[in-house]
């Protein structure tokens, strides 16, 4: 027996709420249509069931015709719910907008408006050359050479043809120089989703002859502002991926410059000068170049609010998540914990307003580093509050490795507040944590092991020796995973060895 397809009930629960209201508001518009009103009804059955049950959606509706014709009916309503989500953006598309300009001037030269018609398409082919639309120019052609041929054959000049000609082939060589960018960054793109950093000799090389193509080499051969774009994109990822971290922000800086020297393209290309100028502030970052990080986290919050971005989805709430886990990850890697305690408000504040809008993992990142940063200031008390966020967080599986941190970071957490009693079960509940997910690999076996003895060491003078030796096997297995990559174990073995704050020792190290 045929599956029944649940495509219908996947979009519908995609809809936002906006859309399903204006949906509902516009399909009852014309309320004597009967059939658009049990249209509604299915739509409100399909829209409250959280697994689709094509079964029980029959039931309710026994008594409706549609159910004779069930297949087409679910056809026809997800053609009403396109037709919504048309009908509310359209408006506000200007492509979508000048292509409807060029249907307009199709029709009123086939009633006879010739040159209006031509008027049209010659107001669309200047908007859409300002955009770099290329494909909708190339139509507008397309268009304006049908009527030429029908209307002009015995009047038109070999001059018009020829520039008809040359205008053709210049809108051509712009579009496929732009698709052969775009095919080379999507590579470059692919190559970094599928592979990560973790890229094999062939992926490594691919990059370098990547950077050599004659497309990269030759900043002329760019002939249009996208092109421009992803001649600087493609350069700085490759850079990045190759761990040339230097090219890459030089990368990045052209790329902003390109666009401060051409203001009106970033309310054209809004997302790509953010994730331009998001790149280029990890670049900084990446490279300790603090104050200029700082300068350019500055002016993106700037963007708050601002007209030019107002297309990109949850811009805000992305410039928060971008800056703050910069500029906190920045006071970490400096030490400089107390002073960073004045940011928290403004963050705690951020994740609360922005809590159901930032992915996970995302989230989860902010709140470790919010754990981090108490603990730093030797604040534990909230250190353990937002490490126990972080324990207790139920999609553990997207943030393990965060999680992973946080299990020891509240061990450690309970050793510095002196809860030497709860610490022999916060140990044991950890090392079955690791277990369970088969990640008590030798790292997490030694921290823990170690942390157990020096929990129950009889004296000071045993405790300092543990500490020695596991700051001897932890400089051993450096190598071996990334639970280095956030806390600093090193540095708190240091401090503890030193009798000294573990903020100083940080300090002092990074100085």
């Given at each position: 027996?045929?599956?029944?397809?649940?495509?219908?009930?996947?979009?519908?629960?995609?809809?936002?709420?906006?859309?399903?209201?204006?949906?509902?508001?516009?399909?009852?518009?014309?309320?004597?249509?009967?059939?658009?009103?049990?249209?509604?009804?299915?739509?409100?059955?399909?829209?409250?069931?959280?697994?689709?049950?094509?079964?029980?959606?029959?039931?309710?509706?026994?008594?409706?015709?549609?159910?004779?014709?069930?297949?087409?009916?679910?056809?026809?309503?997800?053609?009403?719910?396109?037709?919504?989500?048309?009908?509310?953006?359209?408006?506000?598309?200007?492509?979508?907008?000048?292509?409807?300009?060029?249907?307009?001037?199709?029709?009123?030269?086939?009633?006879?408006?010739?040159?209006?018609?031509?008027?049209?398409?010659?107001?669309?082919?200047?908007?859409?050359?300002?955009?770099?639309?290329?494909?909708?120019?190339?139509?507008?052609?397309?268009?304006?050479?049908?009527?030429?041929?029908?209307?002009?054959?015995?009047?038109?000049?070999?001059?018009?043809?020829?520039?008809?000609?040359?205008?053709?082939?210049?809108?051509?060589?712009?579009?496929?120089?732009?698709?052969?960018?775009?095919?080379?960054?999507?590579?470059?793109?692919?190559?970094?989703?599928?592979?990560?950093?973790?890229?094999?000799?062939?992926?490594?090389?691919?990059?370098?002859?990547?950077?050599?193509?004659?497309?990269?080499?030759?900043?002329?051969?760019?002939?249009?502002?996208?092109?421009?774009?992803?001649?600087?994109?493609?350069?700085?990822?490759?850079?990045?991926?190759?761990?040339?971290?230097?090219?890459?922000?030089?990368?990045?800086?052209?790329?902003?410059?390109?666009?401060?020297?051409?203001?009106?393209?970033?309310?054209?290309?809004?997302?790509?000068?953010?994730?331009?100028?998001?790149?280029?502030?990890?670049?900084?970052?990446?490279?300790?170049?603090y104050p200029e990080m700082l300068a350019g986290i500055s002016t993106m919050r700037q963007w708050i609010d601002k007209p030019e971005f107002a297309e990109i989805p949850n811009v805000n709430a992305d410039i928060f998540r971008i800056t703050y886990t910069l500029e906190l990850n920045m006071h970490r890697r400096l030490g400089n914990f107390t002073q960073a305690t004045a940011l928290l408000p403004d963050v705690i504040a951020g994740l609360e307003l922005y809590e159901n809008i930032l992915a996970t993992h995302n989230l989860v990142n902010l709140y470790y580093l919010v754990a981090y940063i108490y603990f730093g200031a030797a604040n534990y008390k909230k250190a353990s509050e937002w490490t126990n966020r972080i324990i207790y967080e139920e999609e553990r599986k997207v943030v393990e490795d965060v999680a992973a941190e946080a299990h020891l970071l509240n061990i450690i957490i309970a050793y510095e507040m002196q809860h030497f009693k709860r610490l022999d079960d916060l140990i044991d509940s950890t090392q079955r944590y690791f277990q369970y997910r088969k990640k008590l690999h030798k790292f997490e076996k030694t921290v823990i092991n170690y942390l157990r003895k020096i929990v129950f060491a009889p004296n000071k003078r045993e405790q300092k020796q543990l500490f020695e030796e596991l700051d001897i096997a932890l400089d051993e297995l450096k190598s071996e995973g990334n639970l280095l990559r956030y806390f600093d174990f090193s540095a708190w073995i240091t401090a503890k060895l030193e009798n000294k704050p573990f903020e100083k020792v940080v300090q002092e190290w990074y100085q």
């Open positions: 027996m045929k599956t029944a397809s649940d495509k219908l009930h996947r979009l519908i629960k995609a809809l936002s709420k906006s859309e399903k209201r204006y949906f509902k508001v516009n399909a009852l518009k014309d309320t004597e249509d009967k059939q658009i009103n049990v249209f509604v009804q299915l739509f409100d059955i399909i829209e409250k069931q959280d697994e689709y049950d094509e079964e029980k959606i029959k039931a309710k509706l026994k008594n409706q015709p549609i159910v004779g014709y069930f297949a087409k009916a679910k056809n026809n309503l997800q053609n009403l719910v396109l037709d919504s989500l048309y009908n509310q953006y359209a408006p506000n598309n200007k492509q979508e907008s000048e292509q409807k300009q060029l249907f307009l001037a199709n029709l009123l030269y086939k009633k006879d408006f010739v040159d209006d018609a031509l008027k049209m398409i010659e107001k669309v082919k200047k908007t859409a050359d300002e955009h770099e639309w290329f494909e909708l120019v190339l139509s507008a052609i397309a268009l304006e050479k049908h009527i030429l041929g029908k209307e002009f054959i015995r009047k038109i000049s070999f001059e018009r043809l020829d520039d008809i000609l040359e205008e053709e082939k210049h809108y051509y060589q712009k579009s496929l120089t732009a698709a052969q960018y775009w095919c080379l960054r999507r590579k470059v793109y692919a190559l970094q989703y599928q592979k990560g950093k973790v890229l094999q000799p062939a992926d490594l090389q691919f990059l370098e002859d990547t950077l050599q193509d004659e497309l990269l080499v030759d900043f002329e051969k760019a002939n249009s502002f996208k092109a421009q774009m992803d001649f600087y994109q493609i350069k700085s990822v490759c850079y990045f991926l190759l761990n040339k971290y230097q090219d890459a922000l030089e990368q990045n800086r052209a790329f902003i410059k390109l666009f401060e020297q051409n203001p009106a393209q970033v309310a054209l290309h809004p997302s790509r000068y953010k994730v331009a100028f998001s790149n280029y502030l990890f670049d900084c970052s990446m490279l300790k170049q």
